[in-house]
Protein backbone atom coordinates (compact mmCIF):
# COMPACT_ATOMS: atom_id res chain seq x y z
CA UNK A 1 0.00 0.00 0.00
CA UNK A 2 1.20 3.10 -0.70
CA UNK A 3 0.66 6.91 0.14
CA UNK A 4 0.39 8.77 2.87
CA UNK A 5 -2.67 9.26 5.72
CA UNK A 6 -3.26 12.47 4.89
CA UNK A 7 -3.16 11.74 1.11
CA UNK A 8 -5.63 8.83 1.68
CA UNK A 9 -8.27 11.17 4.43
CA UNK A 10 -9.67 10.30 7.48
CA UNK A 11 -13.29 8.50 5.57
CA UNK A 12 -9.98 6.16 3.30
CA UNK A 13 -7.74 5.70 6.63
CA UNK A 14 -10.81 4.26 8.36
CA UNK A 15 -12.24 2.19 5.17
CA UNK A 16 -8.48 0.63 5.43
CA UNK A 17 -8.53 -0.17 9.16
CA UNK A 18 -12.27 -1.46 9.08
CA UNK A 19 -11.40 -3.54 6.08
CA UNK A 20 -9.16 -5.49 8.92
CA UNK A 21 -11.57 -6.58 11.34
CA UNK A 22 -14.30 -9.45 11.72
CA UNK A 23 -16.97 -9.85 13.41
CA UNK A 24 -17.29 -11.40 17.12
CA UNK A 25 -21.19 -13.07 18.45
CA UNK A 26 -20.54 -10.51 21.24
CA UNK A 27 -20.56 -7.59 18.59
CA UNK A 28 -23.56 -7.10 17.68
CA UNK A 29 -23.18 -3.36 15.21
CA UNK A 30 -19.73 -2.85 14.37
CA UNK A 31 -17.91 0.13 12.51
CA UNK A 32 -20.14 2.35 10.62
CA UNK A 33 -23.06 3.59 12.90
CA UNK A 34 -23.23 6.44 15.47
CA UNK A 35 -22.20 3.66 18.46
CA UNK A 36 -21.30 -0.35 18.53
CA UNK A 37 -23.81 -2.35 19.85
CA UNK A 38 -21.95 -5.26 22.22
CA UNK A 39 -24.23 -8.35 23.92
CA UNK A 40 -24.36 -8.37 27.57
CA UNK A 41 -26.45 -11.43 28.48
CA UNK A 42 -25.47 -10.54 32.20
CA UNK A 43 -26.11 -6.97 31.72
CA UNK A 44 -22.94 -6.00 33.32
CA UNK A 45 -19.88 -4.72 31.63
CA UNK A 46 -16.21 -4.71 32.64
CA UNK A 47 -14.44 -1.68 30.52
CA UNK A 48 -10.80 -0.15 31.10
CA UNK A 49 -9.07 1.88 28.47
CA UNK A 50 -5.14 3.06 28.35
CA UNK A 51 -3.26 4.87 26.23
CA UNK A 52 0.24 4.47 24.08
CA UNK A 53 2.03 7.21 23.38
CA UNK A 54 4.98 7.23 20.24
CA UNK A 55 8.28 7.84 22.33
CA UNK A 56 6.97 7.05 25.97
CA UNK A 57 5.25 3.55 25.68
CA UNK A 58 6.95 2.22 22.01
CA UNK A 59 9.31 3.47 19.92
CA UNK A 60 8.80 2.53 15.86
CA UNK A 61 12.63 1.65 15.63
CA UNK A 62 12.32 -1.07 18.43
CA UNK A 63 8.51 -2.44 17.03
CA UNK A 64 6.64 -2.43 14.18
CA UNK A 65 3.39 -1.37 13.71
CA UNK A 66 2.08 -4.67 13.64
CA UNK A 67 4.13 -4.80 17.39
CA UNK A 68 2.38 -1.84 19.21
CA UNK A 69 -0.87 -3.56 17.62
CA UNK A 70 -0.26 -6.83 19.56
CA UNK A 71 0.79 -4.81 22.45
CA UNK A 72 -1.91 -2.16 22.72
CA UNK A 73 -5.00 -4.63 22.70
CA UNK A 74 -2.84 -7.00 25.01
CA UNK A 75 -2.71 -4.46 28.03
CA UNK A 76 -6.22 -3.77 27.68
CA UNK A 77 -7.73 -7.24 27.51
CA UNK A 78 -5.24 -8.23 30.32
CA UNK A 79 -7.24 -5.93 32.40
CA UNK A 80 -10.66 -8.01 31.28
CA UNK A 81 -9.61 -11.02 32.62
CA UNK A 82 -7.52 -9.60 35.83
CA UNK A 83 -11.63 -9.05 36.58
CA UNK A 84 -12.36 -12.54 36.02
CA UNK A 85 -14.63 -11.36 32.94
CA UNK A 86 -14.06 -12.75 29.29
CA UNK A 87 -12.99 -10.23 26.85
CA UNK A 88 -16.09 -9.32 23.84
CA UNK A 89 -15.02 -6.04 22.56
CA UNK A 90 -12.64 -3.03 21.94
CA UNK A 91 -13.20 0.23 20.78
CA UNK A 92 -9.51 2.14 19.06
CA UNK A 93 -8.74 5.75 18.96
CA UNK A 94 -5.62 6.93 16.75
CA UNK A 95 -4.07 9.94 16.64
CA UNK A 96 -1.81 10.00 13.06
CA UNK A 97 0.21 12.65 11.43
CA UNK A 98 -0.70 13.33 8.05
CA UNK A 99 2.47 12.55 6.94
CA UNK A 100 2.45 9.15 8.58
CA UNK A 101 2.72 6.27 5.48
CA UNK A 102 -0.72 4.65 5.17
CA UNK A 103 1.18 1.38 6.08
CA UNK A 104 2.04 1.65 9.34
CA UNK A 105 -1.81 2.59 10.64
CA UNK A 106 -2.94 -0.39 8.89
CA UNK A 107 -0.50 -2.59 9.71
CA UNK A 108 -0.93 -1.80 13.18
CA UNK A 109 -4.36 -2.57 12.80
CA UNK A 110 -3.90 -6.43 11.82
CA UNK A 111 -1.56 -6.78 15.08
CA UNK A 112 -4.93 -5.19 17.06
CA UNK A 113 -7.20 -7.85 15.20
CA UNK A 114 -5.13 -10.78 15.89
CA UNK A 115 -4.50 -9.91 19.38
CA UNK A 116 -8.28 -9.90 19.71
CA UNK A 117 -8.38 -13.41 17.89
CA UNK A 118 -6.51 -14.61 20.23
CA UNK A 119 -8.46 -13.09 23.37
CA UNK A 120 -12.00 -14.02 21.44
CA UNK A 121 -12.86 -10.30 21.00
CA UNK A 122 -13.92 -8.22 18.39
CA UNK A 123 -12.80 -4.81 17.18
CA UNK A 124 -16.39 -3.15 17.66
CA UNK A 125 -15.60 0.58 16.12
CA UNK A 126 -13.30 3.74 17.08
CA UNK A 127 -12.33 7.03 15.91
CA UNK A 128 -8.70 9.01 14.20
CA UNK A 129 -7.78 11.91 13.83
CA UNK A 130 -5.04 14.07 12.59
CA UNK A 131 -1.86 14.90 15.18
CA UNK A 132 1.42 15.61 15.63
CA UNK A 133 2.74 12.17 17.52
CA UNK A 134 1.34 8.89 17.43
CA UNK A 135 -1.37 8.13 20.02
CA UNK A 136 -3.30 4.91 20.71
CA UNK A 137 -5.94 4.50 22.64
CA UNK A 138 -8.06 1.67 23.52
CA UNK A 139 -11.54 1.20 25.45
CA UNK A 140 -11.40 -3.08 26.25
CA UNK A 141 -14.65 -4.27 27.29
CA UNK A 142 -15.80 -7.76 29.13
CA UNK A 143 -18.38 -10.13 30.14
CA UNK A 144 -19.09 -11.03 33.72
CA UNK A 145 -20.85 -14.03 32.47
CA UNK A 146 -23.25 -14.08 36.04
CA UNK A 147 -20.15 -13.81 38.33
CA UNK A 148 -19.03 -11.00 40.39
CA UNK A 149 -15.90 -8.97 39.74
CA UNK A 150 -12.71 -10.11 40.78
CA UNK A 151 -11.37 -6.75 42.72
CA UNK A 152 -8.37 -5.72 44.56
CA UNK A 153 -10.05 -5.66 47.35
CA UNK A 154 -10.62 -8.35 48.30
CA UNK A 155 -7.47 -10.42 49.25
CA UNK A 156 -7.39 -11.39 53.42
CA UNK A 157 -4.75 -12.61 56.09
CA UNK A 158 -3.50 -16.74 55.62
CA UNK A 159 -4.47 -16.40 51.81
CA UNK A 160 -2.20 -17.70 48.68
CA UNK A 161 -0.55 -15.67 46.50
CA UNK A 162 -0.31 -17.23 42.63
CA UNK A 163 0.54 -16.05 39.41
CA UNK A 164 0.76 -17.19 35.58
CA UNK A 165 1.93 -16.25 32.96
CA UNK A 166 5.64 -14.59 32.18
CA UNK A 167 7.74 -11.73 34.74
CA UNK A 168 10.64 -9.52 34.28
CA UNK A 169 10.49 -11.07 30.16
CA UNK A 170 9.54 -7.81 28.89
CA UNK A 171 11.75 -5.48 31.25
CA UNK A 172 15.15 -7.86 30.01
CA UNK A 173 13.88 -7.36 26.63
CA UNK A 174 13.69 -3.63 27.12
CA UNK A 175 17.42 -3.92 28.71
CA UNK A 176 18.37 -5.63 25.84
CA UNK A 177 16.72 -3.38 23.09
CA UNK A 178 18.22 -0.53 25.31
CA UNK A 179 21.85 -1.48 24.93
CA UNK A 180 21.14 -1.70 21.38
CA UNK A 181 20.88 -5.26 20.86
CA UNK A 182 17.91 -7.65 19.55
CA UNK A 183 18.48 -10.86 21.22
CA UNK A 184 18.02 -12.94 23.22
CA UNK A 185 14.94 -12.51 20.96
CA UNK A 186 12.46 -14.42 23.30
CA UNK A 187 13.43 -11.87 25.59
CA UNK A 188 13.12 -8.61 22.91
CA UNK A 189 9.67 -10.38 21.54
CA UNK A 190 8.19 -10.31 25.13
CA UNK A 191 8.78 -6.71 25.28
CA UNK A 192 7.33 -6.00 21.92
CA UNK A 193 4.65 -8.25 22.05
CA UNK A 194 3.53 -9.42 25.72
CA UNK A 195 1.16 -12.47 25.85
CA UNK A 196 -1.07 -12.37 28.75
CA UNK A 197 -2.91 -15.53 29.68
CA UNK A 198 -6.37 -14.26 29.03
CA UNK A 199 -7.72 -17.46 29.72
CA UNK A 200 -6.48 -17.45 33.66
CA UNK A 201 -8.67 -14.46 35.15
CA UNK A 202 -12.13 -16.12 34.17
CA UNK A 203 -10.77 -19.11 35.40
CA UNK A 204 -8.79 -18.16 38.73
CA UNK A 205 -12.26 -15.91 39.27
CA UNK A 206 -14.33 -19.86 38.95
CA UNK A 207 -11.61 -20.87 41.36
CA UNK A 208 -12.44 -18.50 43.91
CA UNK A 209 -9.66 -16.07 43.71
CA UNK A 210 -10.19 -13.39 46.42
CA UNK A 211 -8.45 -10.23 44.60
CA UNK A 212 -6.54 -10.59 40.93
CA UNK A 213 -5.13 -7.89 38.62
CA UNK A 214 -2.74 -8.02 35.77
CA UNK A 215 1.11 -7.73 36.14
CA UNK A 216 1.29 -3.79 34.08
CA UNK A 217 3.53 -1.92 36.52
CA UNK A 218 5.56 -4.41 38.13
CA UNK A 219 4.83 -7.15 40.37
CA UNK A 220 5.28 -5.29 43.72
CA UNK A 221 3.91 -1.78 42.12
CA UNK A 222 0.87 -4.16 41.27
CA UNK A 223 0.31 -6.23 44.39
CA UNK A 224 0.78 -2.81 45.86
CA UNK A 225 -2.87 -1.90 45.37
CA UNK A 226 -3.97 -5.12 46.18
CA UNK A 227 -2.92 -4.70 49.51
CA UNK A 228 -3.82 -1.25 49.88
CA UNK A 229 -7.17 -1.77 49.03
CA UNK A 230 -7.74 -4.83 51.03
CA UNK A 231 -5.57 -3.99 53.83
CA UNK A 232 -3.39 -6.35 54.16
CA UNK A 233 0.58 -7.00 53.90
CA UNK A 234 1.46 -9.51 51.03
CA UNK A 235 4.86 -11.02 51.39
CA UNK A 236 6.18 -12.31 48.34
CA UNK A 237 8.95 -15.33 48.65
CA UNK A 238 11.69 -15.16 46.50
CA UNK A 239 12.95 -18.59 46.06
CA UNK A 240 9.30 -18.90 44.49
CA UNK A 241 9.75 -16.74 41.57
CA UNK A 242 10.76 -17.85 38.14
CA UNK A 243 14.29 -16.56 36.97
CA UNK A 244 15.02 -18.30 33.80
CA UNK A 245 18.88 -19.61 33.25
CA UNK A 246 18.86 -16.89 30.05
CA UNK A 247 17.23 -14.05 32.22
CA UNK A 248 20.05 -14.52 34.28
CA UNK A 249 22.52 -14.53 31.78
CA UNK A 250 21.44 -11.30 30.73
CA UNK A 251 21.49 -9.43 33.83
CA UNK A 252 25.36 -10.80 34.00
CA UNK A 253 26.09 -9.31 31.08
CA UNK A 254 24.37 -6.07 31.77
CA UNK A 255 25.23 -5.87 35.41
CA UNK A 256 21.48 -6.34 36.33
CA UNK A 257 19.95 -8.46 39.20
CA UNK A 258 17.29 -10.46 37.13
CA UNK A 259 15.44 -10.17 40.80
CA UNK A 260 14.86 -6.65 39.87
CA UNK A 261 13.39 -6.98 36.20
CA UNK A 262 10.87 -10.34 37.97
CA UNK A 263 9.87 -7.73 41.33
CA UNK A 264 9.44 -4.82 39.41
CA UNK A 265 9.12 -5.19 35.32
CA UNK A 266 6.06 -4.49 33.82
CA UNK A 267 4.02 -5.01 30.55
CA UNK A 268 4.44 -8.87 30.69
CA UNK A 269 0.72 -8.95 31.79
CA UNK A 270 0.95 -11.47 33.93
CA UNK A 271 -1.89 -12.19 35.96
CA UNK A 272 -1.26 -12.34 40.00
CA UNK A 273 -4.77 -13.51 42.69
CA UNK A 274 -5.02 -14.27 46.15
CA UNK A 275 -6.94 -17.85 46.72
CA UNK A 276 -8.15 -18.83 49.81
CA UNK A 277 -5.37 -21.37 51.40
CA UNK A 278 -6.88 -24.58 50.73
CA UNK A 279 -7.57 -24.03 46.77
CA UNK A 280 -6.55 -26.64 44.44
CA UNK A 281 -4.61 -24.42 41.86
CA UNK A 282 -3.80 -25.77 38.23
CA UNK A 283 -0.37 -26.29 37.43
CA UNK A 284 -0.35 -23.26 35.56
CA UNK A 285 -0.55 -21.78 38.98
CA UNK A 286 2.69 -21.03 40.41
CA UNK A 287 2.49 -20.13 44.14
CA UNK A 288 4.89 -16.99 45.20
CA UNK A 289 3.73 -15.85 48.55
CA UNK A 290 1.37 -15.14 51.70
CA UNK A 291 -1.67 -12.64 52.56
CA UNK A 292 -0.47 -11.35 56.30
CA UNK A 293 -2.23 -9.23 58.36
CA UNK A 294 -1.14 -5.54 57.93
CA UNK A 295 1.33 -4.50 60.65
CA UNK A 296 0.23 -2.29 63.27
CA UNK A 297 0.02 1.02 62.33
CA UNK A 298 2.37 0.26 59.26
CA UNK A 299 0.13 1.44 55.64
CA UNK A 300 -0.49 -2.43 54.00
CA UNK A 301 2.48 -2.84 51.96
CA UNK A 302 4.17 -5.56 50.05
CA UNK A 303 7.45 -7.29 51.38
CA UNK A 304 9.83 -9.59 49.81
CA UNK A 305 11.17 -12.79 52.48
CA UNK A 306 9.54 -10.06 55.50
CA UNK A 307 11.68 -7.41 54.70
CA UNK A 308 10.65 -3.99 52.38
CA UNK A 309 12.05 -4.36 48.71
CA UNK A 310 14.09 -1.23 49.06
CA UNK A 311 14.70 -0.53 45.42
CA UNK A 312 12.75 0.77 42.62
CA UNK A 313 9.35 -1.17 42.91
CA UNK A 314 7.81 -0.33 39.47
CA UNK A 315 6.32 2.14 36.34
CA UNK A 316 5.24 5.26 37.58
CA UNK A 317 3.83 6.98 34.79
CA UNK A 318 4.68 10.54 36.12
CA UNK A 319 7.77 9.84 37.25
CA UNK A 320 11.31 8.00 36.46
CA UNK A 321 9.90 4.61 35.95
CA UNK A 322 11.35 1.46 37.44
Not at 153 to 180: E, I, M, Y
Request: glycine share 12%; with cysteine; charged share 20%.
Amino acid sequence: MKGSVGELGEFGLIRELTARISDTPAVRLGPGDDAAVIATPDRRVVASTDILLEGRHFRRDWSTAYDVGRKAAAQNLADIAAMGAVPTAILLGLVVPAELPVTWPTELMDGIHDECQVAGAGVAGGDVVRGDAITVSITALGDLRDREPVTRSGARPGDLLAVTGWLGWSAAGFTVLSRGFRSPRAFVEAHRRPEPPYHAGPAAAALGATAMTDVSDGLIADLGHIAHSSGVRIDIHAESLDVPAQMSDIGHAVGVDPLQWVLTGGEDHAIVATFPADTKLPARWRVIGQVLPARGSVRPQVTVDGAPWERDGGWDHFGSGG
